[in-house]
């Protein structure tokens, strides 16, 4: 998608792959710093490492706690991260409508649970569930986020924040009140994978993102269309992330049709 963007925009600039293991990291960005690179996207299990290894720290990598994005300034390097606002534009993509206004439900609680949900909490969601497997990591989640939601909305203090186990009975009930259901875990990932939450607790008043696009439907997504609810893959997300990082690098506009079309193409491929 950015090979397209550049083309599109006649960017004389080339977007290239790198591998390194995590002891490679640091002499890696030295090198790099001296090169002509004019940024580059990090992804796991590198994005926590880089907060240490970058000058400078913008707002959205501060509040994240990990670095997707750096931006070489001259040899200077500014680290972001645009995750969190990609998936923000891509529920506006989606479905129309702003994480501030929704009762959010997330599954999973690991690097991207945290991240969408640390957002959501930066948006003021209206309420936010967190569902992780393993309960513990997502009640230490919830602490973190806890000041985030001290203030009352249309909903009292305390039923805005909640931690509800993984049990599809407890999570069913949940369901009731709850606008957005966002799968953040790897369930749906591997062929023979289960539907990470089944179409009878799911419901037609509910919008359903999963953060997997590969494959492009899910069980998940399956079981929501079946249930009659809106649903939609992750792709938008890693196409806004992109797009953010694209007018950090270049300081232009994204041409976004064209970075979807070269994102559905190479995700299809
Ligand atoms: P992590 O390994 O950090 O976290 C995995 C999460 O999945 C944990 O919460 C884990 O729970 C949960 N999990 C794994 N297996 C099961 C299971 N069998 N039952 C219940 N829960 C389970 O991965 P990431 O957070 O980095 O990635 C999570 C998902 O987000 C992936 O599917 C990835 O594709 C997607 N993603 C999409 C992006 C996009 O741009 N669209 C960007 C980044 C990620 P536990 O804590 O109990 O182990």
């Not at 200077?76 to 479905?95: I, M, P, Q």
């Not at 569930?129 to 001290?150: G, H, M, Q």
């Not at 359903?208 to 439907?217: C, F, G, L, Q």
Request: with cysteine.
């Amino acid at each position: 998608m950015h090979a397209a963007a550049f083309a599109r925009c006649k960017l004389d600039a080339r977007y290239v792959a790198v591998e390194l293991p995590p002891e490679q990291l640091a002499p890696t960005v030295t090198r790099m710093k001296a090169l002509p690179f004019a940024g580059w996207n990090c992804t796991l299990p590198h994005k926590i490492a880089l907060v240490g290894l970058v000058d400078e720290l913008a707002d959205s990598a501060r509040q994240l706690g990990g670095v997707n994005t750096v931006l070489n300034d001259r040899g200077r390097l500014v680290g972001f991260n645009t995750d969190g606002e990609g998936w923000v534009w891509a529920l506006r993509e989606e479905f129309s409508l702003d994480v501030r206004d929704l009762r959010v439900m997330i599954l999973g609680a690991g690097g991207a649970g945290r991240a969408l949900a640390k957002q959501a909490a930066l948006e003021r969601c209206e309420k936010l569930v967190l569902v992780n497997r393993t309960e513990a990591t997502a009640r230490e989640l919830a602490s973190s986020l806890a000041p985030y939601f001290d203030t009352q909305k249309l909903l009292g203090a305390d039923a805005r924040l909640k931690v509800t186990p993984w049990d599809e009975a407890l999570i069913a009930k949940e369901l009731d009140q709850i606008d957005l259901l966002v799968n953040a875990t790897s369930i749906g990932l591997k062929p023979g994978d289960p539907a990470a939450l089944p179409a009878r607790i799911l419901q037609p008043h509910l919008c359903v993102y999963d953060t997997i696009y590969r494959p492009a439907k899910t069980k998940l997504l399956s079981a929501a269309e079946e249930a009659g609810a809106r649903a939609a893959n992750g792709l938008s997300m890693l196409l806004h992330q992109g797009a953010l990082s694209f007018e950090i690098w270049t300081g232009q506009q994204a041409p976004l049709t064209v970075m979807k079309a070269a994102l559905r193409k190479a995700v299809a491929g």
